[in-house]
């Protein structure tokens, strides 16, 4: 039996990078126990519980387009749709069976 630990997704909106360029396509895969752990140690959490989010979609998105590393400022300028997309993305696939 094999698990699926990694599940593709496409943006409603898509990130749009400093070229102008739009990544929609990407990778998140299943978070781990330190994932939504070490989110807690960051003193921006710490100062502003709204930005669990950001750090914890930054460590379980693997690829965003071209972006094979996606840190906390990509996620930081999404759109709300597509941050919304991936929270409920995010819930689907970890809190799933």
């Known amino acids: 039996m094999t698990i699926q630990t990694e599940f593709e997704f496409t943006l409603p909106?898509?990130?749009v990078d400093a070229?102008?360029?739009v990544h929609r396509e990407?990778?998140?895969?299943?978070?781990?126990?330190?994932d939504?752990?070490?989110?807690?140690?960051?003193?921006?959490v710490r100062s502003n519980q709204a930005y669990l989010v950001i750090v914890l979609l930054?460590?379980?998105i693997v690829?965003?387009?071209?972006f094979s590393r996606v840190n906390t400022q990509v996620i930081e300028r999404l759109f709300a749709a597509d941050?919304?997309?991936l929270q409920a993305?995010?819930?689907q696939i970890n809190e799933g069976g």
Do not use: C, F
Request: proline content about 3%.
């Open 89 to 91: 993305l995010y819930r």
């Open 13 to 15: 909106r898509g990130y």
């Open 58 to 60: 930054s460590r379980v």
């Open 63 to 66: 690829r965003l387009g071209t």
């Open 36 to 44: 939504e752990i070490a989110p807690l140690r960051d003193l921006r």
């Open 19 to 21: 070229d102008g360029n």
């Open 83 to 85: 941050l919304a997309y």
């Open 26 to 34: 990407g990778v998140m895969r299943l978070a781990t126990a330190m």
